[in-house]
């Protein structure tokens, strides 16, 4: 992904210690395929 690239490492470590980022992050990853499919499925 593009925009974890774009937070430096350190503070990106820290986020993902932290947990708010990582579950956010982790939700997105979960939720990202079936919106995808959803837009594909109504673009048709």
Do not use: Y
């Amino acid at each position: 992904m593009r925009a974890r690239s774009l937070i430096p490492a350190a503070p990106r470590a820290r986020f993902e210690r932290t947990g708010p980022l990582f579950i956010a992050r982790r939700a997105i990853a979960g939720w990202l395929p079936s919106l995808a499919r959803r837009a594909l499925d109504s673009s048709t």
